[in-house]
């Protein structure tokens, strides 16, 4: 092996070195593989998500022939492919009907936690090293909270290795990278993932005859090197479209400024785990549509500070989630964003502040007559306020997220009125 791609243009160059390699026979190794035995494998992506309503989104990277996308549709999930070879692109979809992604492992392109689990196998060991950290956070960042991460990896033996050999015929060559298990699992522990299981393949066989090592690994909160917000910790304000009583910012907009100096809170009733919303509980505010509540804060006045504000948004939430008969499944309450809204002159109706806290419902409780689970892929946003359709996917899809943002409405509060300019 010679020395290991260790720079931009090293890694590069043995990235598609090594997609032409395959390229070149294509036909020939799809042939070869089609009745390759990994149901060991997807068992083991599978087995931590049983607890998910199906269907599951499953990323399949390099899926080659389509051979798993046909098995993971077959058992009844949704599906889609990756791979960096064109012809095997065009295989996958034509044997599974599955949406496939023409992509480089050197340069994924992955979008932030779309999938329940991510299954690579046999496929991630031709990746530089000095590339892998950067192909763990993009899948990672593809992974929803607490998604599982299948990797199937030819390994070392016991050592690092590192670099060139030869291709699948005369003129081309790949580029592979066998660690010891020490390494690969630092490596993945590196990236903010969390080891579930691990084994050694194909079964049955002595170590020594077992030149594969399969890890399974659940998406941490965060990586523990990434440096983050405390959750309730300051924010940094956002400047508003135009100045709000003479404020620039949200949380300085003083209460006497808004409808009757009261602050609006709406929470959220969000079961990431099982990605479903608790919609239609009867609430304060009469939106039906999320938990709302109005916390009046007038008495504290224009010196009431945000901690001071958000712990009594808190607190009145709390109180009207028991009295409506919200069942949680924890009383913690999370500050998800901070919203002001405004509207024209001639609907007489001042700006609204509204703190969105995001809570847990215990979906297996009894929950309040009206309330009705929904997937969160199927929240009804075009029976919602305009400016719901625009924050609330952001806070569905993103764990400890926190966001801020200024609407500015064509009308009266309701869903009539639209957004006519935003400031995120």
Not at 62 to 71: E, F, K, T
Request: charged letters at 20%; a negative charge.
């Amino acid at each position: 092996m010679r020395a290991p791609a260790s720079t931009a243009d090293a890694v590069r160059d043995a990235c598609r070195a090594t997609l032409e390699d395959y390229a070149s026979v294509a036909e020939g190794y799809a042939r070869g593989n089609l009745n390759h035995d990994v149901s060991q494998n997807i068992d083991a992506l599978l087995r931590p998500l049983a607890g998910l309503q199906a269907p599951l989104d499953i990323l399949d990277v390099c899926s080659a022939s389509g051979r798993d996308l046909v098995a993971f549709t077959q058992l009844g999930h949704r599906a889609v492919g990756l791979d960096g070879v064109p012809a095997f692109c065009r295989m996958s979809r034509e044997a599974s009907g599955c949406e496939v992604w023409e992509q480089d492992l050197c340069a994924l392109d992955l979008p932030a936690e779309r999938f329940d689990g991510i299954f690579c196998n046999a496929c991630l060991f031709h990746l530089p090293r000095a590339a892998l950290p950067g192909a763990l956070a993009s899948l990672r960042h593809a992974l929803r909270p607490h998604g599982v991460l299948f990797v199937s990896n030819a390994h070392g033996f016991g050592q690092d290795k590192e670099g060139w050999t030869d291709g699948r015929t005369a003129t081309t060559r790949s580029y592979v990278c066998w660690l010891s298990e020490e390494t690969w699992l630092a490596t993945c522990e590196a990236a903010g993932l969390s080891l579930l299981d691990k084994f050694y393949r194909p079964p049955g066989r002595a170590r020594a005859h077992q030149p594969f090592l399969a890890t399974v690994w659940r998406k941490e909160a965060a990586p523990p090197t990434a440096a983050h917000e405390p959750r309730d910790g300051p924010r940094e304000r956002l400047r508003l479209l135009a100045p709000v009583a003479g404020a620039r910012s949200i949380d300085a907009v003083p209460p006497s400024a808004l409808d009757g100096g009261r602050e609006l809170t709406m929470v959220v009733l969000h079961d990431r785990a099982q990605r479903r919303v608790l919609l239609r509980v009867p609430n304060a505010l009469g939106w039906r549509l999320h938990f709302g509540c109005a916390g009046s804060t007038g008495e504290r006045g224009d010196d009431a500070s945000e901690a001071q504000l958000c712990a009594a948004a808190k607190e009145a939430a709390s109180a009207a989630l028991a009295d409506a008969g919200v069942a949680l499944a924890s009383p913690r309450l999370r500050l998800a964003g901070l919203m002001l809204f405004s509207f024209p002159p001639s609907s007489a109706h001042a700006p609204m502040r509204v703190r969105v806290l995001e809570a847990t419902p215990d979906l297996a409780a009894e929950q309040p007559a009206a309330a009705s689970p929904c997937s969160v892929d199927a929240v009804p946003y075009e029976q919602m306020w305009a400016d719901d359709k625009i924050w609330m996917p952001h806070l569905l899809a993103r764990a400890d997220s926190y966001f801020e943002a200024h609407f500015v409405f064509d009308g009266p509060p309701g869903a009539a009125s639209r957004v006519c300019q935003c400031a995120p």
